[in-house]
Structures are given as C-alpha cells and as structure tokens.
C-alpha cells in the first residue's frame, strides 16, 4: 500500500511516516516501480504500535526502545514493563509539578486586586520585588 494508505490505517501522518524513516525508527519503505514508498502489512502494524506508544507519552528513543523490544521474540517482558513504570513515575513528577504551578498561580491571582489601579502582586512575584521597599 501506498503512504497515505498506511499512514490511515496507522494513524500517523505521511509526514510523519517519512520522518520515521529518514531517523531509521523503522526500516526504508520498499519502492514500487514508479519510485513510491510501499508498505506492506507488517510495516503498518510498527507504524500503528508507534502511534499508540506516542500517545501515551513515550518519546522517540524509548520508542526505539520500545520496537526493538516488540521486534525481539526472545525478549523479557519485564524490560517492557520497566520501560512503562518508569516512564509513569516521570508523568507522576509531571502532574506533580504542574499541579504545584496551578496553585501557585491560583495564589498570585488571589493577591492581585484585578481593578484599573497599576498595582499588580502578580507583576510584583513575577519581577521579585514583592515586599521589597524602594
């Protein structure tokens, strides 16, 4: 099948797809007789793991990591199950500090007045001159 085909049933785009490629994630597409990328069902089925390991937050190279696994039939699956907790406990970190940020920013909110006044605590925090005396 043609790229737009495969990047369809994938789930990817063709851009995508060529980038992939061009980073050697995945093998070079066969070529047909005019010269176009074909891919037969087994590529797609790589294309289509790499989509879903993107989509639940795993970078290229673990995602190299990830297909060299998939691709190893003598493989251990605790070197795939290592690979998902300890890209969970780096989202758990991601949550944590982004939930920190929302409340300190729902702090600076509470501070500032938010009338037509020039006094702002959020400019203040934000510049590191809250409380500082002129």
Known sequence: MNI???ARRSGLSAKTIR???EIELIGPASRGTNGYRQYDAGA???LHFLARARDVGFDLQECRQLLE???DRS???RHA???VLEKSRQLQQRIDKLLA?????GEMASRCRGDEGPECAILEDLSGV???VP
């Open 4 to 6: 737009s085909e495969a």
């Open 19 to 21: 980038y992939y490629e």
């Open 44 to 46: 797609v089925e790589e």
């Open 69 to 71: 696994l998939q691709r």
């Open 75 to 77: 493989r251990q699956s």
């Open 81 to 83: 199950r290592e690979l």
């Open 101 to 105: 940020m929302q409340e300190m920013l």
């Open 130 to 132: 809250a409380g500082e």
